[in-house]
């Protein structure tokens, strides 16, 4: 079943910060990616955390605690092109069988807007 | 430019149609999957090859059959979709791991958009 809760939709303002909320279930956690999708192109990679703390990358900066089961993508700078969905996706490693499970969560629609 | 390519682009089929998704990567890598995205839904995982081989199937109907005759290339057969089948159909690939199992970033193709009538 769907483990990854993430906004649906958020709008923002030319120039502003924006902050994209992901939790997940912490049972298994082996990582957390977010990928930008743009409407009827394919996902790009963004960021990857595994340990807790802030990774930044330019405008966009990650945040992980593994404690709380909680991930942000942080947006700076908004741009008219930074509309997009926002994917959160978790690593879990399974259990039984060995190996691990990727699973995406619905996305979060962004849009900027002057 | 990602680095994996997909064709077609867009497929219109019939429900009694054969058809095959192809994608290609150019980054030397050794793990490819296929993905499903349907409107509004997750992305759904589908098949995952590492290292050629099969390692991940998640109760993906039979009228789905993947091939993965070399590290570069996968294809995606199918046959007698249903139009609940029509969605957007990713590749992507990533470095792999000889232990199998999903722990590198992913690098996505183009797309095929599938339209089952």
Redesign the interface.
């Known amino acids: 079943g769907q483990n990854i809760d993430q906004p649906t939709e958020m709008t923002a303002t030319e120039g502003a910060i924006v902050q994209i909320n992901c939790t997940y279930q912490t049972s298994g956690f082996n990582g957390l990616f977010w990928y930008q999708q743009h409407a009827g192109e394919a996902p790009t990679f963004l960021s990857y955390n595994v340990l807790d703390g802030l990774e930044e990358k330019g405008r966009f900066s990650s945040f992980l605690s593994r404690s709380k089961g909680y991930s942000y993508l942080l947006l700076k700078e908004l741009q008219m092109k930074d509309s997009a969905s926002y994917l959160c996706l978790q690593l879990e490693g399974l259990l039984t069988g060995g190996g691990n499970k990727l699973t995406f969560g619905t996305g979060t629609q962004l849009k900027v807007e002057l | 430019e ?1 680095g ?1 390519t997909q064709t077609p682009r867009h497929l219109v089929m019939g429900m009694t149609n054969k058809k095959s998704l192809k994608c290609e990567q150019h980054l030397g890598h050794n793990a490819m999957y296929w993905y499903k995205q349907s409107a ?6 589908m098949f995952v090859y590492n290292f050629k081989e099969q ?2 199937n998640n109760s993906v109907p039979s009228r789905f059959s993947p091939e993965c005759p070399n590290s570069s290339h996968l294809f995606l057969h199918l046959h007698t979709l249903q139009p609940e089948d029509s969605a957007l159909y ?1 590749c992507a690939s990533s470095q792999g791991t000889s ?5 590198d ?7 095929t958009r599938l339209t089952v009538l």
């Open positions: 990602t994996v509004k839904k997750p992305l759904e995982l390692t991940e990713l232990g199998g199992g999903i722990t970033t992913q690098y996505f193709g183009p797309g």
